[in-house]
Nanobody, 126 residues
Framework: QVQLVESGGGLVQAGDSLRLSCAASGRTFSNYAMGWFRQAPRKEREFVAAISWTGSITYYADSVKGRFTISRDDAKNTVYLQMNSLKPEDTAVYYC???????????????????WGQGTQVTVSS
């Protein structure tokens, strides 16, 4: 059973940057696509970004495109989410997730991901 542990969240002002990290246990990290989702109070969990198992393909929600960058370091079993030009509407708990099957792309649906971290809070003040 893989364990995913997010870190890097915090309270920042609009326009600031944060980098979230998600460290994964186990030796099969490089075989899976990885993704980031977020959930704001009283809202459903939504897709933010994902990266293929090779790292060659990334895709983003329209709301974060051009501001957020997902990357991975397989040597460290870690996926990152660099968040720039943060807005108050980015406030949410951010979750990382591992693709449900080996290889390929995981898509943008939460059901495509099989393992989840506990989340890290990001709060952006105006």
């Amino acid at each position: 059973q893989v364990q995913l542990v997010e870190s890097g969240g915090g309270l920042v002002q609009a326009g600031d940057s944060l980098r979230l990290s998600c460290a994964a246990s186990g030796r099969t990290f490089s075989n899976y696509a990885m993704g980031w989702f977020r959930q704001a109070p009283r809202k459903e969990r939504e897709f933010v970004a994902a990266i293929s198992w090779t790292g060659s393909i990334t895709y983003y929600a329209d709301s974060v495109k051009g501001r957020f960058t997902i990357s991975r370091d397989d040597a460290k079993n870690t996926v990152y989410l660099q968040m720039n030009s943060l807005k108050p509407e980015d406030t949410a708990v951010y979750y990382c997730a591992r693709g449900g099957v080996i290889g390929g792309l995981a898509g943008t649906a939460a059901s495509s991901f099989g393992s989840w971290g506990q989340g890290t809070q990001v709060t952006v003040s105006s």
